[in-house]
């Protein structure tokens, strides 16, 4: 009766411990999900001037692919357009070291030409813009932090010509090319 009882206390005792060995395999994935997100801020590139943003990385392997959304804001006397928002999708292809990257990224450009604050409705949007990146990334693996420069290229007005254009060379040349750069940098959360 005394080894049945021991038997039962054994069992259950084991059965707790491996209970709580699986909460630890959770808390280790959502602190995996948050080291894969990342906060920017970027001088120059897609935001012209500037830009703070955050990236998530989708696919986590020794090709990355991530997600990236960014927001840049200018007050009515700097006489530009006043929000930009650039919405990308970035491969990061590895070089010799795993630090080291090269970035390719393409996605799209919300320009809001004019805001009214008044009944929050927002007027004038563009979102014809295609965008690029091309760049050099050095993401360190053991500290928290990213270091980037790009080719940040934007066609205006791309995707509401390309049902207008007869062939791709008209296509391309009835588009408006602002080429930019950009240095950014980047904390993993």
Same mark, same amino acid.
């Given at each position: #009766?005394?080894?049945?009882?021991f038997l039962i206390l054994f069992l259950s005792l084991n059965l707790f411990l491996q209970h709580n060995s699986y909460g630890q395999e959770n808390d280790n994935q959502q602190k995996r999900l948050l080291r894969n997100t990342t906060f920017w801020t970027e001088l120059g590139g897609?935001?012209?001037?500037y830009s703070v943003g955050l990236e998530q990385i989708l696919i986590n392997s020794d090709y990355k692919l991530t997600i990236q959304a960014a927001v840049a804001y200018y007050p009515k006397f700097a006489d530009l357009i006043p929000l930009w928002v650039p919405v990308t999708m970035n491969q990061l292809f590895p070089l010799k070291k795993e630090k080291n990257f090269i970035e390719f990224g393409m996605g799209v450009m919300l320009l809001q030409d004019k805001i009214i604050f008044s009944g929050s409705q927002f007027t004038e949007n563009n #979102? $014809?813009?295609?965008i690029f990146r091309l760049g050099y990334r050095l993401r360190n693996p053991v500290k928290k932090y990213d270091l980037r420069i790009s080719f940040t290229p934007i066609l205006l007005d791309a995707i509401d010509n390309i049902g207008r254009?007869? $062939?791709f060379k008209t296509l391309i040349q009835s588009q408006e090319f602002i080429p930019l750069f %950009?240095? %950014?940098f980047g904390l993993r959360l």
């Amino acid at each position: #009766m005394i080894k049945f009882r021991f038997l039962i206390l054994f069992l259950s005792l084991n059965l707790f411990l491996q209970h709580n060995s699986y909460g630890q395999e959770n808390d280790n994935q959502q602190k995996r999900l948050l080291r894969n997100t990342t906060f920017w801020t970027e001088l120059g590139g897609h935001g012209l001037a500037y830009s703070v943003g955050l990236e998530q990385i989708l696919i986590n392997s020794d090709y990355k692919l991530t997600i990236q959304a960014a927001v840049a804001y200018y007050p009515k006397f700097a006489d530009l357009i006043p929000l930009w928002v650039p919405v990308t999708m970035n491969q990061l292809f590895p070089l010799k070291k795993e630090k080291n990257f090269i970035e390719f990224g393409m996605g799209v450009m919300l320009l809001q030409d004019k805001i009214i604050f008044s009944g929050s409705q927002f007027t004038e949007n563009n #979102m $014809d813009n295609v965008i690029f990146r091309l760049g050099y990334r050095l993401r360190n693996p053991v500290k928290k932090y990213d270091l980037r420069i790009s080719f940040t290229p934007i066609l205006l007005d791309a995707i509401d010509n390309i049902g207008r254009a007869s $062939d791709f060379k008209t296509l391309i040349q009835s588009q408006e090319f602002i080429p930019l750069f %950009g240095v %950014g940098f980047g904390l993993r959360l």
